[in-house]
């Protein structure tokens, strides 16, 4: 006790209160419980009178190197493999897809899958499932277009997120902005919008995450619903796409969760 130890303190609100002693508690550990301190931290969310489109251009990533003889730098450590082994026995299975960016390459020599995953909706637009999420009512999969044109007129129940692969796409209703390789764009409720691929695009390959309905509507009337789009029109598409092709029906059971 008579030793000079440094010891710090940190509260969040009225809640939590760590303290940590500078010399007996490792660097990892000091990272993770500043980490899961911040989680908790209350951020509030932004008005939806204020929601718009988020349009990003991906830049290249800048790895940081951590030097710090305390830390595990050995490349088969993985934080969450812990977790993951340790899981409840009702927990979800983890859904892996090796080389999602070279999926669309049939000339790619990283790309080894059967080109019959694609599920054709129309002669030039197909989708590659990755994720279809019954229980939480949201899909998440790579959507192809051949050449230029118009997917159709449609509105959305819940938000969108989209990251762009290959190609250049928008929509007719926001000229402000255009997606092209490397672009996300965060796509709120509640908006009716056209899809349009540009005339001069071989191929679009972009990823969406669409949660709830995509209501397909008139051209000329936002309010006469004509069609729609959710996790389980995908499902029962893919099915039938995979029963007809020679997969089998159960081959898009491993993208359902």
Partial sequence: MGANTNTNTITTGSIIKLKYDNKSLSSMTRVLSLLFLSSLLYI??????????AFISIAPITTININNNSLNHSKNFNPLRAKAQNAPTEAQSDIIIPNLLHL??????????????????????SFRPLCLNVSQGYYVNLLKFKGGGILGKHRHSSPVHALTLEGSWGYDEHPEWHASKGTYVFEPPGETHTLRVDQDCEVMIALFHVTGALLYVDEKDDENVIGFD??????????????????GEDYVQQFVR
């Fill in 230 to 247: 959710d996790v389980f029109t995908k499902l029962e598409k893919a099915k039938a796409w995979y029963r007809e092709c020679g997969l």
């Fill in 104 to 125: 669309h390459s049939s000339s790619s020599s990283d790309n080894n899958e059967d080109p019959r995953v694609w599920v054709p909706q129309t002669p030039n637009l």
């Fill in 44 to 53: 509030p969310p932004p008005s939806p009178s204020i929601m718009t489109h």
